[in-house]
Structure formats: C-alpha cells, structure tokens
C-alpha cells in the first residue's frame, strides 16, 4: 500500500519522531511511501542547524539519514518554511540572508506536492502535535 | 476519479498561522480542480465572526481569502453547529451549519481528511 | 465507512478528544498516543462505544494501565490500523 506522511511538528516534538517511526514501520512491512510533505512546524523537522546533546535522539538528522536511505520524495513547503526561516541556499540568497539551513536531500516546493502526493497515495496520514 | 480531501480548520484566525495555513491547503486544492471540503470545527469558527478588525493587531484580513473560496470552486463548506453555538455566534452566510451527526457523515463522505 | 482518529493531546488541558468524541462515528475507533495516551483515564472515552487503541510506548513511558476496554499497538499494529481504517484523522 502507498502511504502519503505529512510532519507538522519541529524535530523535538514527540510527534516527528513518532512520524519517523511510522514511516519506517511502513517501509519495514513492505509499503511504499508516495512522499513525505513537511508542513508548518514540520520544515523545522528537515532544518540541517539543529543541535542535540549526545544523548539524546537527534531526530532531524534521523529524518536525514533516513530520508538519503531510501531515497524518498521528500518536501517542504516553500511558504511555510519561508516563514519559519527554514532556507536553503537559492532562498537565502534571493532574501539575502545569511543562514543556509535547508539543503539535500530536502526540496522546496509548494501544497501542489500535498495534494499530489495524497492523490497517489492509499492513505494520507498527518503528525503533529506532542 | 480524485480523490476528496476535507480539511477540518480549528484555530481562530490569528493565533498564530495555524487558520491562513488551513486555508492555503483549501485553495491550493482548488486551484488544482480537486473536490475539496472545508468545516470550521471549535475556535475555527472564530473566523467566521463578523467585523473583525485584522489591522487592530496588525494582521492579514483572513475575509479576502474566504472569499476567495468560490472562486477556486470549493462551495463545500461548513462550520459546526455546536461550534458556533457555544461561541455565541450566528449562523453565517458563507458556511452551512451542521450538527455533530451530521459532521459525522461529512467525514465519511470524503477519502481524505487533515484536521489542523 | 470508518476513520481513525489520532489524539496526541491530553484531554486535561486541551479539548480535541472531547471534540473527537463528540463527532466520530460508530464505525470509528481513536488512537491515543504522546499526552493522548493520558485518555485512558477518560470516562467519556470508556463509555462512547468506540474501538479504543494506545500506543504501546507512550502507555509504557506514563507508566499508565491498560483498561480491558483498550487495546495497544506497536507500530507495525499502527500501521496495520491505518489500513484496516478507510482513512486517518489526526488531530493535530
């Protein structure tokens, strides 16, 4: 089955973990994950500048190493990540600013990548939250 | 065939972007011809309050945008009776009110649904 | 028709499972998971009639005990649920 996952929530919220580990059970039990779509507070799930003690789980660079793995179709939302400051190199140079937080394997596109992903997807499922 | 997506907006309109984000999935859908449904549910409805004043917070005008609703195609849409009620609002204009069973079944009629 | 509706939020400080509960079908079930999870001491949950499942982490984690009522899953169950389930509403 075709699973659409879309992430609302910043990488230290309970929810991308969970997010994570559901789209990895999918994968384990032989699904296929159409696209990931991250959303809102999800683009801070796919930013590359966050930094976690040791120990502890670093979730955004688990959705990374994940994400290259399996070489998923993943994407954040241009607008929302424009928002939260989430930019990769070709925005922080249009919006001329300094930080460059968003780079592979994450794209920048627009909700056309939702409602396209959901439309070939079996199921779309939503984190977000705690 | 499309599949249909019904999106449940529950944040009231400047509570941070949680209303305009809602909204832009809708037209965003509906820019691309896809049956899309909307239904105000708890604050969400707050939205739909007459003679609101964006500009007294410094904020969008989230009206423009709700206008804008049927010119993307999307006349689905839908706020929730109780909702409204426990807010002291009226019935407004521009959504079609439902009870809870009603919105029960709303749900089932649609393939997909986010609720934000 | 049926949906999965996934609660996150504790129904002591927030109020979407009570609005969950108040517009799910008889066909539904809930999934309660992170602060979700905290509804199994909600009575209204007991008594609305629905299939009630908890994330197995999250009840461990709380320390919290699995009433009859209730089944848990592990997330390969969560992913089998989405599936058994015609679509899945998150209640974010």
Redesign the interface.
């Known amino acids: 089955m075709k699973f659409a996952i879309a992430v609302f929530c910043a990488a230290h919220a309970p929810s991308s973990r969970r997010a994570l580990l559901f789209a990895r059970a999918a994968l384990a039990g032989g699904h296929e994950i159409v696209r990931l779509f991250f959303y809102q507070d999800g683009v801070y799930s796919a930013s590359n500048s966050v930094v976690v003690p040791q120990d502890e789980q670093d979730i955004a660079r688990q959705w990374r190493e994940f994400v290259s793995a399996h070489q998923l179709d993943s994407v954040v939302c241009i607008a929302a990540a424009l928002r939260r400051g989430v930019l990769n190199e070709e925005e922080a140079t249009r919006y001329q600013r300094s930080a460059v937080n968003l780079d592979a394997p994450w794209e920048l596109s627009g909700l056309g990548q939702l409602h396209d992903a959901a439309q070939a997807a079996d199921r779309l499922i939503c984190f977000g939250g705690p | 065939m499309s599949k249909s997506l019904l999106v449940i907006s529950r944040q009231a309109p400047w509570s941070g972007p949680g209303a305009r984000e809602a909204l832009d999935i809708v037209l965003a859908g509906g820019a691309f011809d896809l049956p899309i449904g909307l239904l105000f549910l708890d604050d969400g409805v707050f939205q739909l309050a007459p003679h609101q004043d964006a500009k007294a917070v410094q904020q969008k005008d989230l009206g423009a945008n709700l206008q804008a609703l049927g010119l993307f195609g999307i006349d689905e849409v839908f706020a929730c009776h109780h909702s409204l009620a426990e807010r002291g609002l009226t019935t407004p204009a521009s959504a079609q009110p439902l009870d809870s069973a009603a919105i029960s079944q709303l749900i089932d009629r649609y393939d997909q649904v986010i609720t934000l | 028709?049926s949906?999965l509706h996934v609660v996150?939020?504790?129904p002591f400080t927030d109020?979407r499972l009570d609005?969950c509960l108040?517009?799910?079908?008889v066909n539904?079930a809930i999934l309660l998971?992170?602060?979700g999870a905290y509804g199994l001491h909600n009575a209204a949950l007991q008594t609305k009639g629905v299939k009630v499942f908890v994330?197995a982490e999250d009840m461990q984690a709380r320390n919290l005990p699995l009433p009859d009522w209730a089944d848990s899953v592990d997330?390969?169950g969560?992913?089998?649920l989405?599936?058994d389930y015609d679509?899945?509403?998150?209640?974010?």
């Open positions: 028709m949906t996150s939020h504790s109020s609005s108040r517009i799910c079908g539904d998971c992170g602060d994330l997330y390969p969560f992913v089998q989405s599936l679509k899945v509403n998150s209640w974010l």
